[in-house]
């Protein structure tokens, strides 16, 4: 395997932590990475940009894929990162199956709620699917986002997901070179 | 760079630690997040804990502006800014509006900033629960069940014992209707600043290892009570530089008689104001 990742590590990843960071302050807003990074079809370009920023060694890694051992390899070849089994572990999941339950996943505890997963989500579209409605910090109204590929049950999911805080999970959805973030502040209003 | 440091000074793999823990911070308003912090070449109390996350977030396009108290030129601000400068080579700024990124002890601008800046502030104590509770462990059960009523009674004791100007500086605000946070030392005059900013605000804490955000457009309160609501201070004069009856004014004394003067604390503020009212 060869490494894919930046050519120049220390100002490709702090250019694309901005990035996530700004995404991470305005929920449903849609970024597009810096560069576009290819991975013979294993990943998006934008999931790949968030490896290479934020995964290493210190990191545990949950993949749900039928990918699985190709997306595995790409992230300990390049990161160093540890890949688990159990998904009530991780600091990161990366998903590309429809069907997930946040329940399953780390949600951190009231005393230490940041101790808890971000789940990376590969979905085939952003914009054309399902409305849904979203208030809370670092939106000034509201704001519409239409991501498709989400459970059926998400809405309900996501309501206790809220309805748990300041424990909770935070996701990212991705396609393509295109991500926004949806931090568990995020409320659905419908 | 073969410079013998790192761009930013810190190594690659902390950088990716401290911003692993902003993004939770964001996530996550008000709540301190612990970080495994760095020794970084300044003593605590200049300022470590905001130096390592402008850091964490700082690139080669970034204009960057350091205040302490208000002024761009002091002592504490002007060593952060060479700093920078030496282990980043960026562009530096005294001119709010102009910057991408602000470092700051004690005050905020006063220029309203915009979505597309971050501010920074260095916190000397990120616990507002402190003084009440000595213990890390119980401080933080009392965060995670919102067992904040003994500091609205302690609040409600110095407001109603002494008057409103006992908390004139860190008076503590409550972030997006859970956590109690502190907003660092400075006046109060600042704390309606916070509520709703466009831009990012970010915290570090060098000592303590602490981290917490708000992110924009966020609900900021003043702890206040029906019968003592929260008040900014107030000035019957005006800058006497500028003339501004807005900004937040420094009391100078001018002469062995102890005649004294007001003016603007923000410097870039005033100049600015000055130029436009010339
Ligand atoms: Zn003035």
Redesign the interface.
Known sequence: MEYIGYQDQTHSSQNMFRTILKATSFPGSIFTVPENLETDNVLYSSTANIIFTLFDIDTKIFIDSEKISKIQNFITFNTNANCIEKSNHCDFAIIQNKEFNIENFNLGSDEYPDNSSTIIIEVEDLINGEELIIEGPGIEKTKSISPTNLPKNFQSQWQNNNFIFPRGVDLILTCKDDFFCLPRTSKVLK | MKTGF???YLD??T???I???????????G?Q??FGGREMPLAYGWGTGGIQVTA?????QDILKVIDQGADDTTNAVSIKNFFKRVCNIMTTDRTAEASLIQTRHRIPETTLN?DQ?IVYQVPQPEPLRKLEPKEKET??L???KEYALMHVKLYEEISQFGSVIKTWAYPVET?N??ITDPTPIPKFDNPKMNNMEA?QLFGAGREKRIYA??????VKSLDFDDHPFEIQTWDECCSICGSTKSYLDEIIINNEGKKNFICSDTDFCKSNLEKNK
């Open positions: 790192n761009f930013a690659e793999a950088k990716r630690m911003r692993r823990k902003i993004l939770k911070a964001v996530c996550i308003p709540y997040c612990p964490s977030i700082i690139g080669k979505k971050i933080r059960k965060h995670a069940y997006n859970r956590y990012l708000i992110p924009p457009y966020t609900k």
